[in-house]
């Protein structure tokens, strides 16, 4: 499972406004508390950027190895829920549940 396949743009894009308002703050000469401050913000932003990716995949393999085994599992997508099953008719596409037309991210979903 790739791990690329989970990373969230809308971390990315916080990310880079937060090194953007450090340079900022920086360049306009501001407190060295403050600059101390976002700076360690913005290592835990990049830590979390890439430790949330390898826990989602490594949540979806888990899963499709129970789901393979015959567990059922409970998915969420947007606002809606799914019971997920073999015996439903779901199958597996990569990291995805897949049933007709509908796909859920493996790492979505909770074991019953």
Sequence with gaps: MNPLEFIDMRLIISSVLLLLASLVAII??????????????????IIFNIANPIYSASCAEENIKEFS????????????????SKKDGWEVDKSYFVKESLMIRADMCERE
């Design 69 to 84: 085994q015959g567990s059922i599992f409970t998915c969420k997508n947007s606002s809606n829920e799914y019971r997920v």
């Design 28 to 45: 306009g000469g501001r407190k060295s508390d403050v600059n101390f401050f976002m700076s360690w913000i913005f290592v835990l932003v």
